[in-house]
């Protein structure tokens, strides 16, 4: 296993309590394996990649758990490394797409030397014109022309500036990358290219990915498992196929139902009522009881278990939806 999350619990504190961001989550990611993590904004996705890569802000505190790197010479929880230990983790065993990355590329530096300065920085035995050509070549990879290596980021395009940074998560040649909603603010045509390329790069290296997203569309197209979030907690986590087809937890299948398809029989699509509660005080039983259709004072009272039901297919739910129910969200 490359990487195993273990009852991660990650809380934000504030004056007014904690904020239970990541509150007991868990999967396991193998080399070459994607998964997608989807949700409402503010549930908690872009939250665990930052506790995974430990780029917490001063009033981030883990609560317990773990996380299980294994780059070849066995498993390291990195929740329990020194900052010093940690840092030769990041960017080479685990590195990040980060969430507007077209605007993460400082303006005043040319966008190959800050490349360059990634790769020295972890690797400084390299040559400045070794990595020079190791980022002509991963130009090359990410379908940028390396001549544009010592332009400016104001001298190229948004999709340029996302290709670029998708070659600097790559110039330390990572085992798992994480991708933070890597297309934002792209047009749908740009957005679907970089999505392919990125598909084709992670099987090219053999690489695992993490992609995080509140974009379903995007979540289908990349991933090989869903992981379906939720204030703070997965409520299901399944192969894509079976997220898509066959979903258990009233959420999720609300999700499915949300967006219009262009297959199939035209049917109304579904509005989920509500709001996500307070994490700073969230319901006492599940967290989605206030908004699902199904919910019972057994919901409203006691936290469901994240249980296995079949092999690979995880959900927290009292009432799963069975095969061919139809759950009455009220539609629009």
């Not at 749908?188 to 974009?215: C, F, G, P, T, W």
């Not at 939720?230 to 967006?259: C, N, Q, W």
């Not at 939806?321 to 009220?330: A, D, L, T």
């Amino acid at each position: 296993m490359l990487l195993s999350v273990k009852d991660l619990k990650m809380y934000y504190k504030t004056k007014m309590g904690y904020v239970k961001a990541v509150d007991g989550i868990n999967f396991d990611l193998d080399a070459g394996e994607s998964l997608g993590i989807v949700g409402e904004s503010g549930c908690g996705k872009t939250s665990i990649s930052m506790t995974v890569l430990r780029l917490l802000p001063d009033n981030a505190e883990f609560k317990a758990g773990k996380v299980l790197f294994d780059m070849g010479n066995g498993p390291v929880d990195l929740v329990s490394l020194p900052e010093s230990e940690m840092r030769k983790y990041r960017w080479r065993g685990v590195s990040m797409i980060f969430q507007a990355a077209m605007n993460s590329l400082n303006p005043v530096y040319r966008v190959g030397d800050q490349i360059v300065e990634a790769i020295q920085n972890h690797y400084p035995e390299v040559p400045v014109d070794k990595a020079r050509e190791k980022v002509a070549q991963l130009f090359e990879l990410v379908g940028l022309d390396p001549s544009r290596m010592d332009q400016y980021p104001h001298q190229y395009s948004g999709g340029m500036k996302q290709r670029a940074v998708i070659a600097m998560a790559l110039s330390c040649d990572p085992r798992v990358i994480i991708a933070d909603e890597p297309t934002t603010a792209l047009d749908v045509i740009v957005q679907d290219r970089i999505l392919k390329e990125i598909r084709i790069i992670q099987k090219k290296l053999n690489m695992a990915m993490i992609y995080i997203s509140h974009d379903i569309a995007v979540i289908a197209e990349v991933s090989d498992k869903i992981a379906v979030m939720y204030a703070g907690k997965f409520a299901e986590l399944a192969d894509s196929v079976t997220i898509f087809k066959r979903p258990m937890h009233p959420y999720t299948y609300g999700l499915m139902h949300a967006f219009p398809s262009t297959v199939g029989e035209k049917t109304d699509l579904v509005t989920i009522p509500g709001e996500p509660p307070n994490l700073l005080n969230p319901p006492k039983g599940c967290r989605f009881a206030p908004r699902c259709p199904k919910a019972d004072k057994k919901c409203e009272n006691e936290e469901p278990l994240y249980v296995e039901i079949e092999k690979g297919h995880f959900v927290a739910c009292h009432h799963p939806v069975q095969p061919g129910e139809v759950v009455q969200f009220y539609a629009e």
